[in-house]
């Protein structure tokens, strides 16, 4: 029996309008609760960012969208259709991998398309292994959705069953490499099916094969685009709420929870305003700094960090595609630089991602928005990451080696083009909350997965706080936060 908040819950405060908070806030209005959200930006997003200046739109957070049936899961709890509120399009090339030894690969939605791209490449025996690659991840991702993601979790009894079983039997447990290895020859296609584990915030060699699933969602399922960026989906999800009579209230940062007998009372604002509240869903990245009582996790590994830099410029940049992943020549050495070292990547593989090929809202005439994303280490020394490392004077230089990097890279044209651009670094994520400045929160070490991980009910701390985002069960990523809205949402309901 799952647990819940005992007692009143009419009277909702949620803090935060990021996903997770609207996910939250949306699932709760559905349900018939009286639901405030508050914010201390002046909108909604939360690490789903954007820029809009000199007719660029610039997304600062994620840039990566896949799984839209949970956006649309979201919406519908309030009676809402995804087609009413977002213009969604599925990119034909999911990625364009892009290699040291020159060579590319497009990934593409559609299996059979992938499959001849990598026989042309990697050969037919390659082409035969990727197939049956597809259809295990397929299979890996069924188990673990029902086990690990979709549902709340409070004792690791709670996975004893037969999916955890199957899902033993199929090598989840054992090391994502070596896993992705025995299906590829190929040192291309091991990169392409591995290097998904930064996202959960491990090094590919030392990730758990359990998490090759992240592959499903975007390799296996395909990456859509909104239009107008991704900044669309949570202006979408706060215009439906408010539809549907959720209060936002913008520009309000959280001074305290107010607590009373082992409950929160009321939430506090800084400006003195005190909103009652029968339950409150605290979505920020360090809930432990707000909620009374609430401890930290003891020994917590936080995930790399990375530098994002996000540039509008006056120039084509012709051939390129939405995304591309950019691998460079070193592999496992650059691992242990960014997770054991504390170094940034010396030969880095990065993400870039050019939505105004797809896009053309995004850009004026002639102009194109690009994004790239670089690991770093993060501020924890105890998670491998780097205190010590001075990004504001670093910032600048790494600045004009990543423009190098990509002009290098065949993305020219883009140093003497720029009209908008912003840079985050660990040093400004920390400064926006997120815990050891980095914005992919606690790493999915084993310890910190499925019932290991935070709780959205947490045993310490008032009876009726529940907390969601990306530093709580099931974890990071849009889905996931999207996700644990609607599970803290259910410790409300029930």
């Known amino acids: 029996m799952v647990r819940t908040v005992p007692g009143r819950t009419d009277r909702v405060v949620v803090v935060g309008a990021g996903l997770a908070g609207l996910g939250a806030a949306l699932r ?6 009286e639901v405030t959200v508050v914010e201390r930006g002046e909108g909604p997003g939360g690490r789903a960012g954007r820029v809009e200046q000199d007719g660029y739109v610039l997304d600062t957070g994620p840039s990566v969208f896949t799984a839209p049936e ?5 919406l519908a709890a309030v009676g809402e259709k995804l087609e009413d509120r977002l213009d969604l399009r599925r990119l034909e090339t999911s990625y364009r991998a892009q290699y040291a030894d020159g060579t590319t690969l497009d990934v593409h939605a559609d299996p059979a398309a992938f499959a001849a791209e990598v026989s042309a490449l990697c050969g037919p025996a390659e082409a035969v292994a990727l197939r049956r690659y597809l259809a295990d991840l397929a299979e890996l991702y069924r188990l673990q959705l029902t086990t690990f993601i979709d549902r709340n979790l409070d ?17 989840g447990f054992g090391r994502l490499s070596r896993h992705v290895e025995k299906y590829f020859d190929d040192d291309r296609l091991r990169r392409l099916f591995s290097f998904q584990a930064l996202y959960a915030g491990v090094s590919p060699f030392r990730a758990i094969a359990a998490y090759a699933v992240i592959a499903q969602l975007d390799i296996g399922a395909g990456v859509w685009h909104p239009t107008g960026g991704i900044g669309a989906v949570p202006r979408a999800l706060a215009a439906a709420a ?33 909103l009652p509240a029968d339950a409150v869903v605290v979505t920020t990245d360090a809930p432990h700094t707000l909620v009374p009582g609430l401890r930290g996790p003891r020994r917590p590994v936080y995930s790399p960090s990375c530098v994002a ?9 012709p051939g390129q595609a939405h995304h591309t992943i950019s691998f460079g020549d070193s592999w496992r050495g650059v691992f242990d630089e960014l997770t054991r ?18 896009d053309r809202s995004l850009a004026p005439e002639g102009g194109q928005v690009l994004s790239v994303v670089a690991p770093t280490p993060n501020l924890d020394r105890r998670s491998g990451g780097n205190p010590d490392l001075d990004w ?35 040093r400004t994520w920390a400064e926006q909350g997120m815990a050891a400045g980095t914005p992919f929160a606690l790493a999915h070490t084993f310890g910190q997965t499925g019932p290991f991980r935070p709780s959205t009910l947490p045993r310490r701390g008032p009876e009726n706080v529940v ?23 259910e410790r409300i309901t029930g």
């Open 28 to 33: 709760l209005r559905g349900a018939g609760r």
């Open 70 to 74: 949970v956006v649309a899961d979201t």
């Open 155 to 171: 004792s690791p009894l709670d996975l004893v069953g037969p999916e955890l079983i199957q899902l033993a039997r199929r090598g």
């Open 242 to 274: 408010a539809d549907a009579g959720v209060t936002f209230r913008y520009g309000a940062p959280v001074a305290e929870l107010e607590t009373s007998g082992g409950r929160v009372g009321a939430v506090r604002l800084a400006d003195g305003e005190r």
């Open 309 to 317: 830099l996000h540039v509008g410029v006056r120039t084509e940049v």
């Open 341 to 358: 070292d504390g170094r940034p990547m010396s030969d880095p593989s990065l993400l870039i991602s050019m939505p105004s090929v797809t």
């Open 392 to 426: 504001d004077a670093l910032a600048p230089r790494y600045r004009d080696e990543l423009l190098e990097t990509l002009e290098a890279r065949g993305f020219t044209g883009l140093t003497g083009a720029i009209e908008v651009e912003h840079m985050d670094t660990p």
């Open 467 to 489: 907390l969601a985002g990306s530093s709580v069960q099931p974890g990071v990523g849009v889905p996931m936060v999207l996700i644990s809205g609607r599970l803290a949402a």
